[in-house]
């Protein structure tokens, strides 16, 4: 089963917009991972952020992490059209410790030039 | 390119027959996930291997499937008797938890594309 809720389910935005992507999950975690996909491809990990910590940045990407709240946003700067894609929240749980991830459902981003 | 590889990328098969995928994951990493991903959706947890020693399956993981890693290394995912539903992506993934607990990056390979007839 999957624990993410990926708001929202699909985004459209003009190049150079900057585009937000919401997940809420239901049980504790030990980290938050986000990670890209583009159509018919692997995944590729953007970043992840730990539960000790609210807020993460890697170059145009914004995370923060609430676990009050049980939801973390994802914030991408200046889009590019590079940036269309599915973009994933998975979960690390502490209670496990295998490490195994749980997804979201996606959130389909569309920049358009 | 040292990343994680899987082959093949694109398997076609009839109903009834049995496929298997291969993984290689990053040389220096111990563990290995198997995900399963279908249309629309975000991927699902299939198992996890620490070395060679499997830890984890999830419940869908019917006794169809079964999954190895033999030496620690690669690990080769095998479906017997393919149904329809069994159309999917099939993603392999690797990670290091030599750095300490459980809070490492997860690789993933391109995927195996499966199609069911």
């Known amino acids: 089963s999957q624990q993410g809720e990926e708001d929202p389910q699909a985004l459209s935005i003009q190049e150079g917009e900057n585009a937000t992507m919401n997940c809420s999950y239901k049980t504790s975690i030990n980290n938050l991972q986000w990670y890209r996909q583009n159509s018919g491809r692997g995944l590729v990990h953007l970043i992840l952020i730990r539960s000790n910590e609210r807020e993460k940045h890697s170059g145009r990407l914004r995370v923060t992490l609430d676990t009050s709240k049980k939801s973390s946003s994802l914030l991408i700067t200046a889009s590019r059209a590079a940036d269309t894609a599915s973009y994933f929240c998975a979960t690390g749980h502490g209670s496990s410790n295998t490490g195994k991830l749980i997804f979201g459902q996606g959130t389909t981003l569309q920049v358009k030039p | 390119d040292t990343g994680v590889s899987q082959d093949p990328r694109h398997k076609i098969t009839k109903r009834g027959q049995n496929v298997t995928f291969r993984c290689d994951p990053i040389s220096e990493h111990n563990r290995l996930y198997w995900y399963r991903q279908t249309l629309g959706q975000g991927p699902e947890f299939l198992t996890y291997?620490?070395?060679?020693?499997?830890?984890?399956k999830s419940r869908l993981l019917s006794d169809r499937f079964s999954a190895e890693r033999p030496k620690g290394s690669f690990s080769t995912l095998e479906i017997q008797r393919t149904e329809q539903g069994d159309s999917a992506m099939y993603l392999c993934?690797?990670?290091?938890?030599?750095?300490?607990?459980?809070?490492?990056?997860?690789?993933f390979g391109p995927g195996t594309r499966l199609l069911v007839l």
């Open positions: 291997f620490q070395n060679e020693a499997q830890l984890e």
């Open positions: 993934a690797s990670s290091s938890s030599r750095g300490g607990g459980t809070q490492e990056t997860q690789y």
